[in-house]
C-alpha cells in the first residue's frame, strides 16, 4: 500500500508494510512455491530510476542471512540493532552517489537527499524510490517510531522521524552497517 504523507506542504509517499505491528523475518518459499512479489524501481545502466516494475521478494534462512553478513551487519540488518551513533562509516560520506540494501542490492538513497543531521547517524530526507523503502510501527523500548525496512528483503535500516529539512521536513535515520555506498558522479550531491 502506499501512503502519502503531507509534511509542510509537502506530499511525499512512503510505502507501508500491511501490517501495524513489529515486524516478523520474511521466510523462504516452500520448494516448488513462487516467491511473493514486490514493486519496485531501479537503475538502468545511465544511473536514472526506471519505471515500477514487480521483483520477487529476497527471502533466506537465518542461516544464509548469517552467512552472507558480518556479525555486525547481520546484527543491525536481520536483528533490527542499532549501530553506535557517531561510529558508522558512512555517516559523513560526502561523495555522490547511491546507497544500497547491505542485503540485496536495492538502491535505497542517493546523496543528494543526504543531510548532516547531528545525530550521528546518516540521514535523508527521502528515499530515493518511495517504493524501495517500507515502513512499520516500533514500539520496542518503550515507544512508537516509524521503522524502515528494504522492500525487498526486509533488511532492517533505521527510523524516519518528521523533524527533517525540506523540501519533506521527514529524516530518514539509517545505519551505516545496513548499506553499501557506490560512489556515481552522475549524482549530484547534496549532503553539507
Known sequence: MMTYLIVSGVVVGVALAASAGESTPTKPAAPGAQAPTVPVRLLDDKGQLGPKIMVA??????????????????????????EPAFCGLLTDQKKPGIYYCVCCDLPLFSSDSKFHSGTGWPSFFAPIAAENVVTHVDRSYGMERSEILCARCDCHLG????????????????NS????????????????
Open 57 to 82: 521478494k529476497v527471502t533466506k534462512t537465518d542461516a544464509e542471512w548469517r552467512k552472507q553478513l558480518t556479525a555486525d551487519q547481520y546484527k543491525v540488518a536481520r536483528a533490527k540493532g542499532t
Open 159 to 174: 527510523h524516519v522521524f518528521e523533524d527533517g529539512p525540506k523540501p519533506t521536513g521527514l529524516r530518514f535515520c539509517l
Open 177 to 192: 552497517a545496513s548499506l553499501v555506498f557506490k560512489e556515481d558522479k552522475r549524482v549530484q550531491s547534496a549532503a553539507k
